[in-house]
């Protein structure tokens, strides 16, 4: 328990520190903007408790901000992302639903289970953080096109990325 508790406090950091110093520096004439700090949500555990879910995701977000100076537009996104986060598990569920102690990983679901669940995250959060940042619906197209490729390229980052942490 205390051990699981370390690592993710480590990876809450480290992703964090991924982000402001590796990934906020990637951009792609202005559509592709990686958020690769969202890899923490997903992979928190299915008996994560709501309450603690909204919280650590509004911290991960809010800590982003300070760094970025946003005002509270990641820590919007990331509460939303937790909090729809239950209901898309919900509907990639099991017949019998998740055995007790498993992780959302790539290496144990699969890949067609894990991107759907991911990017499906990824897409929600993308979405309420551009629109947030745009806050007006005069350039639809143009955010939604942000919105889409961004999506791709970090869905992309976390797939990748359990290829190389969490290998069977």
Not at 69 to 83: D, E, I, Q, R
Not at 101 to 107: A, F, I, K
């Amino acid at each position: 328990m205390i051990r699981s508790l370390v690592k993710y406090i480590i990876s809450f950091f480290a992703l964090i520190f991924l982000q402001i110093l590796v990934f906020n520096n990637i951009q792609f004439s202005g559509f592709i903007n990686p958020y690769f700090y969202v890899l923490f949500i997903i992979l928190l555990p299915f008996e994560t408790p709501g309450w603690l879910l909204l919280t650590t995701s509004f911290l991960l977000g809010i800590s982003v901000d300070v760094f970025t100076h946003t005002l509270g537009m990641h820590a919007a996104a990331c509460t939303f992302m937790a909090f729809i986060r239950p209901t898309i598990l919900k509907t990639f569920s099991p017949r019998d639903g998740y055995e007790s102690g498993t992780m959302p990983r790539l290496s144990i679901f699969g890949l067609e289970w894990f991107a759907k669940y991911a990017l499906i995250l990824i897409f929600t959060h993308h979405m309420v953080l551009f629109y947030t940042e745009m806050f007006r619906f005069s350039d639809f197209f143009y955010t939604f096109l942000r919105v889409i490729l961004s999506t791709i390229f970090t869905g992309l980052l976390v797939v990748i990325s359990q290829y190389f942490v969490f290998r069977r």
